[in-house]
């Protein structure tokens, strides 16, 4: 399936509005990196809901938004969000010397 990805931040996931949030484990981090991989192109509530352990909202979205900061996942216009992050890919390109990163 392919999907049109937006390579901007959605306001759902802006890290600003979520000071109440906790700070997560390592542990929560990759299990919401492994089942974001698991599940392909999903919503963020597809995501909460196939997560194996309970994960507080909040907290959720501020591992997405961190997601999102690094380039690991985008999303599509239906905010459907998707691992994007492959490091054979980006060493392949980190090889080339007609690539140069753009910050």
């Keep these: ?4 990805m937006q390579a901007t931040l959605e ?11 906790h700070s997560p484990t390592l542990d929560t981090v990759i299990m919401v990196e492994e089942t ?3 599940l392909g192109a999903c ?4 995501l909460y809901k196939a997560l194996p352990k309970t994960v ?7 591992i997405i938004s961190y997601f999102y900061a ?3 996942v985008m999303s599509d ?11 054979e890919i980006m060493k392949k390109y980190k090889a080339r010397h007609d690539l140069k990163v753009r910050l």
Aim: proline content about 5%; hydrophobic content about 40%.
């Design 56 to 62: 507080i909202y909040p907290t959720l979205k501020l």
């Design 11 to 21: 306001n759902n996931f802006d890290c600003r509005n979520l000071k109440n949030a």
């Design 1 to 4: 399936m392919v999907i049109a």
């Design 77 to 87: 216009k239906e905010g459907k969000i998707v691992w994007v992050y492959n490091p």
């Design 43 to 46: 919503t963020i509530t597809q």
């Design 36 to 38: 974001i991989k698991k």
């Design 70 to 72: 690094k380039g690991f």
